[in-house]
């Protein structure tokens, strides 16, 4: 049984049990969930100050951040959420269930202008409170040689990761953007901790990979007499996402899109991606908030070996207002 597989396994036995062992929880006092969005009410926002966002693909820019836009909603059952639209089927105090659709956003690392770009911050930020090799199916993309591809004087397997990088000069095709479809299950634990766990496949038929995603999330509001340290609110998220053999081959990989010739070629496995997030904001006014931002994440040894990939690590940070209208 593969990596992902056993991983897929237990996101479905956490699914059920947070189905099935919510109930009891939902007897809790309803009054003590944090309200994160109104109900029935767009919402929007924009930051204005300075950023970076790492870009850890090879010959691609870090994008410099100046304008982060926040645009939301939350209905009865239907919601949007910078990027994400989702209908939840199932509503309890304690917990939600949802079908839920988006751009992948690996996509995003080899574009400068690219939805997920733009909409940086997620609702904790914007709200108030097959074991052969991989498959190949990538029928919709040329498959041919690209015209001006140099190849490197030795074959990737024999040299270092560091040459890799220096001598592999591949006009490497740039990944085609695809639609993601699954399920989000939120669960409410308190006013302070939540997960969220989502599942999800590509529906595009672009590279019919699949994706596993679980966040935890703690946020805590300061308090105390000091004016600058009162009412900063505070939101820490640890997240692990799951990629199949399938994402990660497209996204990372060295295959018959660009070259033939096997000897050039890269082979990525399933992986597990780690996220660290945090933030800070401080309200000034019932409208404009001071906000901080930084975001790390650690790549699997799959994805950070391949000849595409300059970094195991990419950072990400912002700092400016934040206006609500």
């Given at each position: 049984m593969t990596l992902f597989r056993r991983f897929f396994i237990l996101c479905c036995a956490i699914f059920l049990t947070l189905f099935v062992g919510s109930p009891r929880a939902a007897t809790l006092e309803s009054s003590k969930q944090p309200q994160l969005a109104s109900v029935s009410q767009w919402n929007f926002g924009l930051a204005l100050g300075f950023g970076k966002q790492q870009n850890i693909i090879l010959g691609q820019s870090d994008l410099n951040i100046y304008l982060v836009p926040t645009v939301s909603y939350y209905g009865q059952k239907w919601f949007f959420d910078n990027g994400t639209l989702g209908y939840s089927f199932i509503e309890k105090p304690k917990y939600a269930l949802s079908v839920v659709t988006e751009i992948?956003?690996?996509?995003?690392?080899?574009?400068d202008y690219h939805p997920l770009n733009v909409f940086l911050f997620d609702s904790s930020v914007s709200n108030d409170f097959s074991d052969a090799e991989a498959s190949q199916d990538y029928s919709d993309i040329v498959n041919d040689v690209d015209a001006g591809v140099a190849l490197?004087?030795?074959?990737?397997?024999s040299r270092d990761d560091e040459q890799q990088k220096i001598e592999t000069n591949l006009e490497l095709t740039k990944p085609q953007w695809s639609i993601d479809l699954g399920l989000q299950h939120n669960w409410f634990i308190s006013n302070r901790y939540s997960i969220i766990s989502k599942i999800f496949t590509d529906?595009?038929?672009?590279?019919?990979?699949?994706?596993?995603d679980i966040n935890f999330s703690y946020r805590y509001q300061l308090r105390g007499d000091n004016t600058f340290l009162a009412n900063w609110q505070f939101n820490f998220q640890f997240g692990l996402s799951m990629l199949s053999r399938q994402t990660t081959q497209y996204f990372y990989g060295i295959d018959e899109r660009h070259i033939h010739l096997q000897s050039y070629q890269y082979r990525t496995d399933s992986a597990i991606n780690k996220t660290v997030r945090m933030s800070l904001r401080k309200p000034i006014t019932n409208k404009l908030n001071m906000i901080l931002y930084w975001k790390k994440e650690f790549l699997d040894d799959t994805i950070a070996h391949s000849p595409r990939v300059t970094s195991a690590e990419s950072n990400t940070y912002f700092m400016g207002l934040l206006y609500a209208f």
């Open positions: 992948n956003p690996f996509s995003a690392q080899y574009y490197p004087s030795q074959p990737l397997d529906v595009s038929n672009v590279h019919n990979g699949k994706r596993a």
